[in-house]
């Protein structure tokens, strides 16, 4: 089946609302594994609004600019989330369809992957474009950086 | 999430990000992208199917390593399965709630397709 086109899609839905401005980039940079992903770090990043029981929910609305680390641990059953753009039927119903922390401790454990060694999780969506690239991803990326990754896996919703 | 994959990658950090919108991710452009042409909402498989779900991360990590070129997309081999399923459609992808407090025009089409009931 041919891909959706849902940057028409969107616009088309809410034809009453100013048109969401997707980000454009002619470039993508480039950082080269180093190592094989059987024995690389691995951070895990997800954007779907996923948070730890016990942790403060993200608010329900547009441009939560806060961010979640998740402890590697928890339990597929201890992730809650809350987001205000998609569909959260399924992710309810198996959190690991928007974010396999799970799945990722399974592939460590059967080698797949060195080793998780940081997850984190913020609610994407955001329309202050400046706000998340000079404030909110620049305190990911340090936190990031400093459980020194060898590679971070990106889940957006 | 492009525009933070383009971040870590600029400060040394590899990427691999798994996707299920491809016109998006053609226009953002993250360092290395695996598409998956599941429904949104089910960026990393099934729920309730795990053999499907381990063996989408396995592939996405064997694909997203070996890229060579900036702004990559491989394609998983997996279909959804059936194209007519609701779940495709905007009207189902949306969240109703925040719709309505939104005053979206759309809100009433969403309500009168899912129902009183539905999420």
């Not at chain 1, 950082?31 to 948070?51: E, F, M, Q, T």
């Not at chain 1, 641990?73 to 369809?97: C, E, I, P, Q, S």
């Not at chain 2, 933070?4 to 950090?13: D, K, N, R, V």
Request: charged share 20%; glycine share 8%.
């Amino acid at each position: 089946m041919e891909p959706r086109q849902y940057i028409p899609m969107t616009r088309d839905f809410y034809s009453d609302f100013t048109p969401y401005r997707w980000s454009e980039n002619a470039s993508a940079p480039w950082a080269p594994l180093v190592k094989p992903i059987a024995a690389s770090r691995v951070a895990l990043i997800g954007s779907g609004g996923i948070y730890c029981r016990g942790q403060e929910p993200f608010h329900y609305g547009r441009d939560d600019m806060s961010f979640r680390e998740i402890p590697l641990g928890t339990a597929a059953g201890d992730l809650m989330l809350n987001h205000y753009a998609y569909n959260k039927t399924a992710a309810r119903a198996d959190v690991n369809v928007v974010y396999p922390l799970e799945n990722l401790r399974t592939l460590e454990q059967e080698g797949v992957i060195g080793r998780l060694v940081l997850a984190l999780t913020f609610m994407g969506a955001l329309f202050k474009r400046s706000t998340a690239v000079n404030e909110l991803f620049p305190r990911m990326v340090e936190r990031v950086q400093a459980a020194q990754p060898d590679l971070a896996f990106l889940v957006p919703v | 999430m492009g525009l933070l994959s383009q971040q870590l990658e600029q400060a040394g950090i590899p990427t691999i990000s798994l996707t299920s919108a491809l016109d998006v991710t053609q226009a953002v452009k993250p360092p290395r992208a695996v598409f998956l042409n599941f429904p949104l909402g089910h960026t990393a498989g099934k729920p309730g199917d795990r053999p499907l779900q381990l063996a989408i991360l396995r592939q996405a990590l064997a694909l997203g390593a070996a890229m060579t070129e900036p702004g990559s997309i491989a394609r998983l081999p997996y279909e959804w399965g059936d194209d007519a399923d609701p779940r495709w459609r905007m009207e189902w992808q949306v969240d109703l709630q925040y719709l309505e407090a939104s005053g979206a025009a759309a809100a009433e089409r969403v309500r009168a397709e899912r129902g009183p009931d539905r999420p």
